[in-house]
């Protein structure tokens, strides 16, 4: 693996951040080194940053410091921090069954993906957004469940929840659609550049306050859990979320949007901010 000293340091920064260590055998795992280069690696990273691990002969491992926690926990807002998550989990994996590549896997889903996209479909359209073209595919939807042709001008690809969609122009509505990548198939990049621009996708451009609360429905001791777990024990967080993926974010938290009718121990959370955000549920 080729990677710029400044990308390297990062990349052992948050293993070290997450794993609680470095050493030679996770390197060569992880990254694919001889255990030379591996070696040289966690050398030059523990000259730079000496004050941020200690070697501990036991394990043959160096061992994070309070130091690097505290300087995290300094300069790590939520956001940051689920940055350097999501970085360290497409280092590692994440899975929901054993992988035969990993010895001893500690990081788990609980759940399986339920629609896997089709490798063939998402490269298609991941090269059509590149390419600025327009894209026929065959889909089926709820309203249209027989397969039928349709050409879009796809965006952006989307994970939500536990399933990848598009963001794209619909030739036939003339309108910024989603699509389920689960749901089509036979995908063509044309010969023709693409219609409606992102600029022009209000759903998408539009950025809304998503504010959290704990559900006022629990008792004052499981409102002060769910602050603690949630909000770092604020009595509630704000988050931005494009409009278009506002209902996917809702669904996902699995927050009450309607306080009388979503009750707890089912939600534990709820939107403060309902009214300002229900134009664009779906």
Not at 34 to 40: A, F, I, L, N, V
Not at 61 to 72: D, F, H, I, N, P
Not at 130 to 135: S, T
């Amino acid at each position: 693996m080729l990677v710029d000293q400044n990308h390297r340091f990062a990349l052992l920064k948050t293993i070290l951040k997450w794993e609680g260590r470095l050493n030679n055998a996770r390197l060569r795992e992880v990254f694919d080194l001889s255990g030379t280069r591996s070696s040289e690696w966690i050398k030059e990273f523990r000259n730079l940053y000496p004050a941020w691990v200690n070697w501990d002969a036991t394990s043959r491992s160096y061992l994070a410091t309070a130091e690097l926690y505290q300087l995290s926990s300094e300069i790590g807002a939520t956001q940051e921090e689920a940055a350097s998550l999501a970085q360290y989990l497409s280092l590692v994996g994440i899975s929901h069954v054993t992988n035969p590549a990993i010895a001893n896997p500690s990081v788990w889903s609980a759940f399986p993906d339920l629609s896997i996209p089709s490798v063939h479909t998402f490269a298609q359209i991941a090269e059509a957004i590149r390419l600025r073209r327009q894209l026929q595919i065959i889909y089926r939807s709820m309203r249209e469940p027989a397969p039928h042709q349709r050409i879009i001008s796809p965006h952006s690809l989307v994970r939500a929840g536990r399933r990848w969609h598009v963001r794209a122009f619909c030739s036939a509505t003339q309108q910024f659609r989603d699509y389920a990548l689960g749901r089509m198939e036979k995908p063509v990049i044309l010969k023709v550049s693409s219609e409606g621009p992102v600029s022009e996708d209000a759903g998408w451009n539009t950025m809304l306050k998503v504010r959290l609360i704990a559900h006022p429905g629990l008792n004052e001791q499981q409102r002060a859990l769910v602050k603690f777990e949630y909000f770092a024990g604020t009595s509630a967080r704000a988050d931005s979320c494009r409009a278009a993926l506002l209902s996917y974010y809702i669904q996902d938290v699995r927050a009450a949007t309607d306080q009388n009718l979503h009750r707890p121990p089912e939600y534990q959370l709820a939107v403060e901010n309902i009214e300002e955000l229900r134009s664009w549920l779906f």
